[in-house]
């Protein structure tokens, strides 16, 4: 694939910088981590009573949407089948499946269908893993791990078998829902007792998606190198943007959650501050990437009241300061952040945009020539009220030895009343 087609795939994607990640399946319902039969070694038959008792009754993607839309998310992630095996669309491969449990119906394609007409673009998480299926050997992180028994059955199981199975299931996501616009495979851990591209048959994987939606954007995590459409750290944030060998910012999405489980988890209150995820969105446009946030829904197919008052707070800054954000990436090297600062950059605007953090005395200080050369006005986002670009008096300035590359931004005393201020900063065009 030459290069130039990889942009135009991907060029919504970073224009979007903001999308939902949901986790939803069977382990919405023990509601202790979507790992829950890894970490507990639960076999087939023992997690058997969720797939008989699902019946998510208050399900409705519409409301869903409108939520992530109003956080001002530009596209969504959704697992149409996470480890446990369990399928949220109507497969014909399998009865391992919504349309099998109480619920008696495909909860994949009315999701598809809200957030689509909602305006968000559309995204498939599918787990390579498979815990439920017969011809999944057991491995290392398999559930039945420490079973004797069920390790000795791992020679009649032949995991050609379960290959074609996900061959299959693929094609028929890429096949029944209209375009895909990411596909999310997840994920792999090669070497000894572990799975990766053999058994995926990654190469032949590839070739068919590309075949099937030749403009869906994949993820790097097939165990093929080089041929991922995007990095996706997780649970962490890179310290500086992700390049290539040539010093180009990668396509990068990191993936992060409100709490640290990824599955609905009633039990669970290492919930992160509001303030502290607005700054990891921030944080990842300011270094040329995505944030991916993620919900898990409850059993009964609701956004929690913890979930939703952090999606509304994203929605209630996002509403002034998406400008920052849409379109945005890195700043160019000769604007240093000055302290306690982020930037961001709409390179076709030629706009920077600095988020304060923390809110200093009256000016904002900036080091470098740049902003004096290039700085042409200034304004607060949320408002559009000017700041004040003549500079610090001379009185003040000459107790800094270094005033001559200090440009300075006067703030007023009093912090606004917004979760991050930004300052709008127009440059004289190049
Ligand atoms: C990790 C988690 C998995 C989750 C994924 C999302 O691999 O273990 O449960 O789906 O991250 O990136």
Same mark, same amino acid.
């Given at each position: 694939?030459?290069?130039?087609?990889?942009?135009?795939?991907?060029?919504?994607?970073?224009?979007?910088?903001?999308?939902?990640?949901?986790?939803?399946?069977?382990?919405?319902?023990?509601?202790?981590?979507?790992?829950?039969?890894?970490?507990?070694?639960?076999?087939?038959?023992?997690?058997?009573?969720?797939?008989?008792?699902?019946?998510?009754?208050?399900?409705?993607?519409?409301?869903?949407?409108?939520?992530?839309?109003?956080?001002?998310?530009?596209?969504?992630?959704?697992?149409?089948?996470?480890?446990?095996?369990?399928?949220?669309?109507?497969?014909?491969?399998?009865?391992?499946?919504?349309?099998?449990?109480?619920?008696?119906?495909?909860?994949?394609?009315?999701?598809?269908?809200?957030?689509?007409?909602?305006?968000?673009?559309?995204?498939?998480?599918?787990?390579?893993?498979?815990?439920?299926?017969?011809?999944?050997?057991?491995?290392?992180?398999?559930?039945?791990?420490?079973?004797?028994?069920?390790?000795?059955?791992?020679?009649?199981?032949?995991?050609?078998?379960?290959?074609?199975?996900?061959?299959?299931?693929?094609?028929? @996501? $890429?096949? =029944?829902? +209209?375009?895909?616009?990411?596909?999310? !495979? #997840?994920?792999?851990?090669?070497?000894?007792?572990?799975?990766?591209?053999?058994?995926?048959?990654?190469?032949?994987?590839?070739?068919?998606?590309?075949?099937?939606?030749?403009?869906?954007?994949?993820?790097?995590?097939?165990?093929?190198?080089?041929?991922?459409?995007?990095?996706?750290?997780?649970?962490?944030?890179?310290?500086?943007?992700?390049?290539?060998?040539?010093?180009?910012?990668?396509?990068?999405?990191?993936?992060?959650?409100?709490?640290?489980?990824?599955?609905?988890?009633?039990?669970?209150?290492?919930?992160?501050?509001?303030?502290?995820?607005?700054?990891?969105?921030?944080?990842?446009?300011?270094?040329?990437?995505? @944030? $991916?946030? =993620?919900? +898990?829904?409850?059993?009964?197919?609701? !956004? #929690?009241?913890?979930?939703?008052?952090?999606?509304?707070?994203?929605?209630?800054?996002?509403?002034?300061?998406?400008?920052?954000?849409?379109?945005?990436?890195?700043?160019?090297?000769?604007?240093?952040?000055?302290?306690?600062?982020?930037?961001?950059?709409?390179?076709?605007?030629?706009?920077?945009?600095?988020?304060?953090?923390?809110?200093?005395?009256?000016?904002?200080?900036?080091?470098?020539?740049?902003?004096?050369?290039?700085?042409?006005?200034?304004?607060?986002?949320?408002?559009?009220?000017?700041?004040?670009?003549?500079?610090?008096?001379?009185?003040?300035?000459?107790?800094?030895?270094?005033?001559?590359?200090?440009?300075?931004?006067?703030?007023?005393?009093?912090?606004?009343?917004?979760?991050?201020?930004?300052?709008?900063?127009?440059?004289?065009?190049?």
């Amino acid at each position: 694939m030459s290069s130039k087609k990889a942009l135009s795939r991907t060029s919504w994607f970073t224009e979007s910088r903001f999308g939902l990640f949901i986790h939803w399946g069977l382990y919405s319902m023990p509601a202790r981590h979507e790992w829950v039969r890894n970490k507990e070694k639960i076999s087939n038959e023992e997690y058997q009573k969720y797939f008989e008792h699902f019946n998510p009754d208050l399900y409705d993607p519409k409301e869903w949407a409108r939520e992530a839309k109003n956080a001002g998310m530009k596209y969504f992630v959704i697992t149409t089948k996470h480890h446990e095996g369990f399928c949220l669309w109507d497969s014909k491969l399998t009865d391992y499946k919504a349309p099998c449990t109480p619920c008696r119906r495909d909860l994949l394609k009315p999701m598809v269908e809200a957030f689509r007409s909602e305006g968000l673009k559309v995204g498939f998480y599918y787990s390579l893993l498979d815990w439920h299926h017969p011809h999944y050997t057991v491995d290392k992180i398999h559930p039945m791990r420490d079973n004797e028994e069920e390790r000795g059955k791992n020679s009649k199981r032949d995991i050609r078998k379960y290959t074609k199975y996900l061959h299959g299931q693929v094609r028929e @996501l $890429l096949s =029944n829902f +209209g375009k895909i616009d990411i596909l999310w !495979f #997840d994920f792999s851990y090669p070497g000894e007792d572990g799975k990766g591209r053999d058994d995926w048959d990654s190469e032949n994987l590839l070739k068919m998606v590309r075949k099937l939606q030749p403009d869906v954007m994949i993820d790097n995590r097939l165990d093929l190198p080089g041929s991922g459409d995007f990095e996706t750290p997780e649970q962490f944030q890179p310290p500086a943007p992700l390049r290539d060998g040539n010093g180009d910012i990668k396509v990068w999405e990191a993936c992060q959650t409100f709490s640290g489980s990824w599955g609905y988890y009633r039990d669970e209150y290492s919930w992160r501050e509001r303030d502290e995820l607005l700054c990891t969105l921030i944080d990842c446009v300011s270094k040329g990437g995505n @944030l $991916l946030m =993620n919900v +898990g829904p409850t059993a009964r197919g609701e !956004f #929690d009241a913890r979930a939703l008052d952090r999606l509304r707070f994203f929605g209630e800054w996002m509403k002034r300061h998406s400008r920052s954000i849409y379109g945005c990436g890195a700043a160019p090297a000769e604007f240093k952040a000055p302290p306690g600062c982020m930037l961001t950059y709409n390179s076709e605007k030629e706009i920077l945009y600095i988020h304060v953090q923390r809110w200093p005395y009256k000016f904002i200080l900036a080091e470098g020539q740049a902003y004096f050369d290039r700085v042409e006005y200034a304004q607060f986002l949320h408002d559009g009220s000017e700041i004040d670009i003549k500079g610090v008096d001379a009185w003040h300035m000459s107790q800094f030895p270094d005033s001559k590359t200090l440009y300075s931004f006067a703030i007023p005393q009093k912090r606004p009343d917004v979760a991050v201020p930004v300052i709008e900063v127009f440059l004289k065009k190049q």
